[in-house]
């Protein structure tokens, strides 16, 4: 698969969302030295497909590997660094607990702390700014 497309660096971004009662939430994590994101990472030359893709930087960088289907919600011109990031929605078969540690070996080793955030609610933490694009993005996608 190729990663870069037209001089754009390809992404992947693998989304978890869970339902609470009448709202959803989707899955971030608090990076030790970059504030709030999303899983994300790179197409790489190895991967088959971009659901792929997501699988693997979602076991990369959340432990999480029990998923039972990926839909491909579409694509996001960022604006950031020439990034073009594909959204796969993640269904795993594990109750995921409200908040928990994983330790990833990204960049040497770091502890990701994930936790959920409502969809449509507005973001009471820092984030780098193409991560508040990216969540505003997945909330328009009615997912």
């Known amino acids: 698969m190729k990663t870069r497309l037209q001089n754009r660096e390809i992404k992947v971004c693998p989304l978890i969302i869970r339902e609470s009662g009448d709202f959803c939430e989707l899955l971030l994590f608090k990076h030790p030295q970059a504030d709030v994101q999303l899983v994300k990472g790179t197409v790489e030359l190895t991967d088959k497909s971009l659901e792929?893709?997501?699988?693997?930087e979602l076991e990369e960088e959340s432990g999480i590997s029990n998923v039972l289907s990926t839909e491909y919600m579409g694509s996001w011109?960022?604006?950031?660094?020439?990034?073009?990031?594909?959204?796969?929605?993640?269904?795993?078969?594990?109750?995921?607990?409200?908040?928990?540690?994983?330790?990833?070996?990204?960049?040497?080793?770091?502890?990701?702390?994930?936790?959920?955030?409502?969809?449509?609610?507005?973001?009471?933490?820092?984030?780098?700014?193409?991560?508040?694009?990216?969540?505003?993005?997945?909330?328009?996608?009615?997912?």
């Open 77 to 143: 011109e960022s604006g950031f660094q020439n990034q073009v990031w594909h959204f796969v929605l993640c269904k795993t078969s594990e109750k995921l607990p409200d908040s928990w540690s994983f330790y990833t070996q990204d960049d040497g080793g770091h502890e990701f702390q994930f936790f959920w955030h409502k969809l449509g609610e507005p973001l009471h933490f820092k984030c780098h700014q193409v991560f508040f694009e990216a969540i505003k993005q997945v909330e328009s996608m009615q997912v």
């Open 52 to 56: 792929n893709a997501a699988l693997r």
